[in-house]
């Protein structure tokens, strides 16, 4: 009896695994097999693959500024995680080893930024884009998403700053370090695993952010590919091409769950600390 | 840092604030002239006694969505919270392959918004899609549904969608909360042979409270900013448009500068009045 009822339990659990883990990844698998039909098999419901056929990946790729798009994301997301990991490191020091007054306030300031709605600094930013002439200019992206990659790797990066022992300074500074060395010779090696899982984080919001992209860019060539595959569309309003558009959707997500895949453990760890959101 | 944050942070923010109080067009940001309160509520008198209340509080376009948008951050941060439980439960649990289906868990979460909008839009299709087709194969709709297109229906394909996707989230903020719970408190309710159920409510519930509301937090405040997904899933829908939609909308679209930041700043003060609010009830929870 006891034995039926332990198996009928374990029996349950992993029924309930197996519902999550369908109900997560069943999206994409069958994003996947859209954007592998073409013609009139698109629009015959089906569960298993029945074509394979690669003509959306050679549409998407082969035409218009797709490929250009892929690229600009890469661009933005790249250029938007350095400067933000190059900022965060040094603000980080600053907050975790230098005391000063209002320390604490100034922390509470920089995550509460990360709060903000962006539609709230949508119109500031616009006029600032134009008055800089970066209206339409990746550059515009890069300097507008440090509002929300800014704010938690200060945040993550300083947690963990504070936790590593001050005595491995101390020894660094009896043997003449300057503090410029300690940050380069002491602080990034040990910090390697930390600047990893924000990198990776901000990179993945970087690559997936729309309405500034939406906002701030507004020619084939400059676009990013969230707005770019948000914007592609048919002959006529009313044919969708949804095997391009799945195709494209699986091209700029497959990246991401590979690395989510091979970093799943750093990005928990990462999330939890700085409540961040994709 | 501090100076590029308040580069673009506060100085964006300072503007939107003024130009709600301006008649700034999209054409004409630098001649912008003050007009005080009357983005927000004026009355027009049309000279013969009669007249009539204008602008953003009296605007029946903007209180529905108002409505719609904490309609919508109530319910997917109420479910996102239980299904988030139920995950970080099964991900708590010691099984074999739990790495992997951590990572599975995670996909969600990773794909682009504006994907996971498109792709549920596909499967949300009335005619082609696959929900219909298995709704109607397991005999769960009598009928196909035009999710997406029909007023009914439309808010909700925008908050299953946002509820795949953030669910993940909410599950590894509660995850990392119970991992806090120390082993032996398991052990002893186990030996005391207390019910599972009651460990649950008794113990586990209270001690991961905290990891709870911070999530909470989190997602209500991001709820509440939604636009990728409306925008993608329902464009152009009045029984979806959130507060971000409608500023959007009014900033970019309708050529209406002065009356989105409006738009804009009045979301910027729910969102910190809700906050406020917050932080208030959580301390008075603490003192207790």
């Given at each position: 009896m006891r034995r039926a009822v332990g198996l009928a339990k374990r029996i349950g659990f992993w029924a309930l695994?197996?519902?999550?883990?369908?109900?997560?990844?069943?999206?994409?698998?069958?994003?996947?097999?859209?954007?592998?039909?073409?013609?009139?098999?698109?629009?015959?419901?089906?569960?298993?693959?029945?074509?394979?056929?690669?003509?959306?990946?050679?549409?998407?790729?082969?035409?218009?500024?797709?490929?250009?798009?892929?690229?600009?994301?890469?661009?933005?997301?790249?250029?938007?995680?350095?400067?933000?990991?190059?900022?965060?490191?040094?603000?980080?020091?600053?907050?975790?080893?230098?005391?000063?007054?209002?320390?604490?306030?100034?922390?509470?300031?920089?995550?509460?930024?990360?709060?903000?709605?962006?539609?709230?600094?949508?119109?500031?930013?616009?006029?600032?884009?134009?008055?800089?002439?970066?209206?339409?200019?990746?550059?515009?992206?890069?300097?507008?998403?440090?509002?929300?990659?800014?704010?938690?790797?200060?945040?993550?990066?300083?947690?963990?700053?504070?936790?590593?022992?001050?005595?491995?300074?101390?020894?660094a500074i009896v043997d003449g370090a300057g503090p410029w060395d300690i940050v380069r010779r002491v602080f990034l090696p040990l910090m390697g695993p930390a600047l990893a899982a924000t990198g990776l984080l901000a990179f993945i919001q970087a690559w997936n952010e729309f309405l500034f992209a939406l906002t701030f860019v507004a020619s084939n060539e400059t676009r990013t590919v969230p707005v770019a595959i948000a914007l592609i569309s048919g002959a006529s309003s009313q044919e969708t091409p949804w095997g391009p558009i799945m195709a494209a959707s699986v091209i700029v997500t497959a990246p991401l769950i590979v690395l989510v895949m091979i970093f799943q453990r750093r990005i928990a760890a990462g999330l939890t600390t700085g409540g961040v959101k994709g | 840092m501090l100076a590029a944050l308040a580069f673009v942070a506060g100085w964006p923010l300072a503007r939107t604030i003024w130009f709600?109080?301006?008649?700034?067009?999209?054409?004409?940001?630098?001649?912008?002239?003050?007009?005080?309160?009357?983005?927000?509520?004026?009355?027009?008198?049309?000279?013969?006694?009669?007249?009539?209340?204008?602008?953003?509080?009296?605007?029946?376009?903007?209180?529905?969505?108002?409505?719609?948008?904490?309609?919508?951050?109530?319910?997917?941060?109420?479910?996102?919270?239980?299904?988030?439980?139920?995950?970080?439960?099964?991900?708590?649990?010691?099984?074999?392959?739990?790495?992997?289906?951590?990572?599975?868990?995670?996909?969600?979460?990773?794909?682009?918004?504006?994907?996971?909008?498109?792709?549920?839009?596909?499967?949300?299709n009335d005619q082609f899609g696959i929900i219909n087709d298995l709704g109607v194969r397991l005999g769960l709709l009598a009928a196909p549904v035009a999710w997406v297109a029909s007023a009914d229906t439309a808010l909700i394909a925008v908050m299953i969608v946002d509820i795949w996707k953030t669910t993940p989230f909410m599950a590894l903020l509660i995850l990392a909360g119970l991992q806090m719970i120390p082993e032996d408190i398991y052990e002893a309710a186990?030996?005391?042979?207390?019910?599972?159920?009651?460990?649950?409510?008794?113990?586990?519930?209270?001690?991961?409270?905290?990891?709870?509301?911070?999530a909470i937090v989190f997602r209500a405040l991001d709820a509440l900013r939604v636009f990728d997904i409306v925008y993608v899933l329902t464009p152009n829908n009045a029984s979806t448009t959130t507060m971000s939609v409608f500023a959007q909308q009014?900033?970019?679209?309708?050529?209406?500068?002065?009356?989105?930041?409006?738009?804009?700043?009045?979301?910027?003060?729910?969102?910190?009045?809700?906050?406020?609010?917050?932080?208030?009830?959580?301390?008075l929870d603490l003192g207790n």
């Open positions: 695994v197996a519902l999550i883990l369908f109900v997560s990844l069943f999206p994409f698998y069958y994003a996947i097999l859209t954007s592998l039909e073409t013609g009139t098999a698109i629009f015959e419901p089906n569960y298993f693959p029945e074509v394979f056929d690669l003509r959306n990946y050679a549409q998407v790729l082969g035409q218009g500024s797709f490929p250009r798009n892929v690229l600009n994301s890469i661009l933005v997301a790249t250029a938007t995680v350095a400067i933000s990991l190059f900022l965060g490191v040094t603000a980080a020091f600053a907050l975790a080893r230098i005391p000063f007054r209002g320390r604490k306030l100034l922390l509470l300031t920089v995550l509460s930024v990360s709060m903000f709605p962006q539609i709230a600094v949508l119109a500031g930013l616009f006029e600032m884009m134009r008055f800089l002439g970066l209206y339409n200019t990746l550059g515009s992206l890069i300097l507008s998403y440090l509002i929300f990659t800014l704010p938690f790797t200060v945040w993550v990066l300083t947690t963990f700053m504070r936790d590593l022992p001050i005595e491995i300074e101390e020894a | 709600g109080f301006t008649d700034a067009s999209l054409g004409s940001l630098a001649d912008a002239e003050w007009v005080g309160f009357a983005n927000y509520l004026e009355w027009f008198d049309y000279g013969d006694g009669e007249g009539e209340w204008f602008g953003l509080l009296a605007d029946a376009a903007w209180w529905e969505a108002v409505r719609n948008t904490l309609f919508f951050a109530l319910v997917t941060v109420s479910i996102e919270t239980a299904l988030g439980m139920v995950v970080a439960l099964v991900l708590n649990a010691r099984f074999p392959l739990r790495g992997l289906v951590r990572a599975g868990v995670l996909v969600p979460w990773a794909i682009p918004t504006i994907v996971s909008a498109k792709m549920w839009a596909w499967m949300l186990r030996i005391d042979g207390v019910n599972p159920l009651l460990v649950f409510w008794k113990v586990t519930l209270p001690l991961v409270a905290p990891a709870i509301l911070v009014n900033l970019f679209q309708f050529d209406q500068f002065a009356y989105g930041s409006a738009a804009s700043t009045a979301l910027f003060l729910v969102i910190g009045l809700v906050t406020l609010g917050y932080l208030r009830l959580a301390r």
